[in-house]
């Protein structure tokens, strides 16, 4: 019985911390949203770097490294992999050239 007891208590408290750390995630998230000028524009700097290479590009070259493919598909996944990092590349231009006006403008 102290035993059951003891481990609602622990799973009460968990959910509390739980609770707590998700409303000062949401807290700082909010913050740094309103207080960074230009957040959008930096966080499009972030997501060209990363989401292309992340959703085709590492797939590829994993199962290119990993994987004993046919001669065929490697080539399907290294032109993939080509493709995706400079789409990729392009985007980062593409974001930091928009960052860049948009500070410009400000001034």
Do not use: H
Not at 23 to 38: E, N, Q
Not at 89 to 98: L, T
């Amino acid at each position: 019985s102290s035993a059951k007891l003891r481990m609602e208590v622990d799973a009460n408290a968990r959910r509390s911390v739980w609770l707590l750390v998700t409303v000062l995630c949401i807290g700082m998230s909010a913050f740094l949203a309103y207080s960074l000028p230009f957040f959008s524009l930096m966080m499009a700097v972030i997501a060209s770097l990363g989401d292309v290479m992340s959703m085709f590009g590492l797939p590829c070259l994993f199962a290119i490294k990993l994987l004993k493919l046919p001669g065929w598909e490697v080539c399907w996944c290294g032109l993939l992999v080509i493709g995706a990092t400079g789409l990729s590349g392009v985007g980062v231009v593409s974001s930091i050239r928009q960052l860049v006006w948009a500070y410009q403008d400000s001034k």
